[in-house]
């Protein structure tokens, strides 16, 4: 036993062998050790085996109980082979509420399409009951999209193509075609539309994603995710959204990951200066642990504050602002001073999600009641974008490597890795390790496109950003009186006799032209960057 140890240590740990080939030799071993029906635990390059019952092995990651300081060794994450169907408890996708918009980006006026966990919905405001409701997309006569439809006069939703109208309880109320003296064919159950639960919370919008009756009353039972900092008023709490061409489990894992901020972002977020600087961006060791992982998510420590997952959508954490800055201030101002990352990760389909974030911080409030939300979410696009592409591609070789599990195609040796790794233990312990499409997808990703499509802003952002898209048609409107401007100036010069205006009404309003049409070609360059596309190098920042 001992010479089996000590060959299988050395086959997967050591330096002189690739990724890869580690990767080759552990599935050599697995038979090994299903054979013999043992577990094992890979922790500082050694094997220790245990007796244990059970007959497939699954791969997960646990993580060191103690938080890497910069001056000790860092110790990577332990490894460990459970066996399937040791744990009881199964994560339902489909018992849970999941947000689907935030309600100032949502127009009273018309119907939106959305879709979370591959279901397409239809979001519209009914006026006669004055609340929000989510309907299946898709009219029962010949399955056209509501969504595309409007609202009437009277507060229906009404499909477009043939005009079939519908309450907010999902009952037909009008079918155009059907004679006024025949049978009432509009109060068949067929000609209803199904309607999902959905409620208002935290001034998001969520949803119940099963229609079965016996969810009705879901509301009553069971209460979206409840985050008190986004009911404090002490908070301000500005919020946005996006959707993304990777999936929820990249999309979550990369929030959860601040290593990656001083690189990818570099240049974008402040990042405070370790003791020991190693590099030009100053990465250094983190101290990050998790800890109660059950089936409701998990809760997490690390250096600067306290992180939370709550399954299977929300992560929030605190950070103490002046104990991450290093203030020397007092510690009543100290415990005065937070500020809340609040972040909303939806499975939309595969290889797309949609991102809801809020920063609520109880400093500073009232620069974010004068700044529109625009301004903000310039800046926030831009972080958003410098990692978008590497996300996409990651996603995609993680698929191409067909690994069966994620952390055979990863290799995450430290601490830093702790959230991630904690977040892919709570997948594969409770979720199945993947979503739970209900075999609407067969699960490959959809194709790359190109990177300006990629990387797009306006079909991702602006059009479901009611302040962007304010902002934009503002812009446009500005670029085109600009542009007016400069053509109408030229014109009277041109058309002016020339002893009918002076020399210096005329310099003036041939300098008014240029730059009227030099300020017009800057706004159209930064209408394009800030509110389509914005491509980020990570080569020359």
Same mark, same amino acid.
């Given at each position: 036993?001992?010479?089996?140890? +000590?060959?299988?240590?050395?086959?997967?740990?050591?330096?002189?062998?690739?990724?890869?080939?580690?990767? !080759?030799?552990?599935?050599?071993?697995? #038979?090994?050790?299903h054979h013999l029906k043992l577990k094992l635990t890979v922790f500082d390059s050694s094997f220790t085996l245990f007796e244990r019952n059970g007959s497939k092995l699954r791969l997960f990651m646990t993580l060191p109980s103690s938080p890497a300081s910069t001056t000790e060794s860092i110790e990577p #994450?332990?490894?460990?082979?459970? +066996?399937?169907?040791?744990?009881?408890?199964?994560?339902?996708?489909?018992?849970?509420?999941?947000?689907?918009?935030?309600?100032?980006?949502?127009?009273?006026?018309?119907?939106?399409? @959305?879709?979370?966990?591959?279901?397409?919905?239809?979001?519209?405001?009914?006026?006669?009951? !004055?609340?929000?409701?989510?309907?299946?997309?898709?009219?029962?006569?010949?399955? +056209?999209?509501?969504?595309?439809?409007?609202? %009437?006069?009277?507060?229906?939703?009404?499909?477009?193509?043939?005009?079939?109208?519908?309450?907010?309880?999902?009952?037909?109320?009008?079918? #155009?075609? $059907?004679?006024? %003296?025949?049978?009432?064919?509009?109060t068949f159950k067929e000609a209803c539309v199904t309607v999902y639960p959905s409620t208002v919370q935290h001034d998001i919008l969520w949803v119940w994603p099963n229609a079965d009756p016996q969810y009705r009353d879901i509301?009553? @039972?069971?209460?979206? #995710?409840?985050?008190?900092?986004? %009911? %404090?008023?002490?908070?301000?709490r500005l919020m946005g959204n996006r959707e993304f061409p990777f999936g929820y489990e990249v999309l979550i894992e990369n929030l959860m990951d601040p290593a990656h901020l001083p690189y990818a972002?570099?240049?974008?977020?402040?990042?405070?200066?370790?003791?020991?600087?190693?590099?030009?961006?100053?990465?250094?060791?983190?101290?990050?642990?998790?800890? @109660?992982?059950?089936?409701?998510?998990?809760?997490?420590?690390?250096?600067?504050?306290c992180s939370y997952f709550i399954a299977p959508c929300i992560y929030h954490a605190f950070i103490d602002v002046d104990q991450q800055n290093g203030s020397a201030i007092s510690e009543t101002e100290k415990s005065n001073r937070r500020f809340c990352l609040v972040f909303m990760c939806v499975p939309v389909s595969p290889g797309k999600s949609r991102f809801i974030w809020s920063f609520p911080k109880n400093f500073g409030v009232w620069i974010d009641k004068i700044v529109p939300r625009?301004?903000?979410?310039?800046?926030?696009?831009?972080?958003?974008?410098?990692?978008?592409?590497?996300?996409?591609v990651q996603e995609h070789k993680i698929m191409e490597?067909?690994?069966? !599990?994620?952390?055979e195609a990863c290799f995450v040796p430290t601490k830093s890795d702790a959230f991630v790794v904690g977040f892919r233990r709570w997948l594969n312990k409770y979720g199945r390790g993947v979503v739970d499409w209900k075999g609407k997808f067969t699960g490959a990703l959809p194709p790359s496109p190109p990177r300006e499509q990629l990387m797009d802003r306006y079909w991702t952002h602006v059009v479901s950003c009611n302040s962007c898209n304010t902002a934009h048609k503002g812009l446009k409107t500005l670029e085109v009186m600009l542009q007016t401007m400069s053509v109408i100036s030229i014109g009277i010069v041109a058309v002016t006799k020339q002893n009918m205006i002076s020399m210096v009404a005329k310099s003036?309003?041939?300098?008014? +032209?240029?730059?009227?049409?030099? $300020?017009?070609?800057?706004?159209?360059?930064?209408i394009y960057k800030n509110f389509h596309y914005h491509d980020y190098n990570h080569a020359f920042v």
């Open positions: 036993m001992d010479v089996l140890r +000590a060959s299988s240590s050395t086959l997967v740990h050591s330096p002189y062998i690739s990724t890869t080939t580690r990767r !080759n030799k552990t599935q050599f071993l697995k #038979p090994i050790f #994450p332990m490894l460990e082979l459970e +066996a399937d169907g040791c744990e009881k408890e199964r994560f339902d996708w489909y018992s849970h509420w999941y947000p689907v918009m935030p309600i100032c980006d949502l127009d009273k006026r018309v119907p939106h399409a @959305k879709k979370v966990l591959g279901l397409d919905l239809v979001v519209w405001w009914d006026r006669n009951e !004055n609340e929000w409701k989510v309907f299946d997309d898709t009219c029962p006569h010949r399955l +056209a999209p509501l969504s595309d439809g409007r609202i %009437d006069q009277w507060g229906r939703l009404q499909c477009v193509y043939h005009g079939w109208c519908f309450n907010g309880n999902g009952d037909c109320k009008l079918i #155009p075609q $059907a004679p006024l %003296d025949g049978p009432p064919v509009h509301i009553m @039972k069971k209460k979206p #995710p409840y985050v008190p900092v986004l %009911d %404090d008023p002490s908070f301000s972002h570099y240049g974008l977020i402040l990042n405070s200066n370790p003791k020991v600087k190693v590099d030009r961006e100053g990465g250094s060791p983190l101290g990050m642990k998790v800890e @109660k992982l059950d089936i409701n998510g998990f809760n997490g420590k690390q250096d600067w504050g625009w301004m903000f979410h310039i800046g926030q696009n831009l972080i958003l974008d410098s990692d978008l592409y590497l996300l996409h490597l067909e690994a069966t !599990n994620w952390q003036t309003m041939v300098s008014m +032209a240029i730059i009227c049409f030099t $300020a017009s070609k800057w706004l159209a360059q930064f």
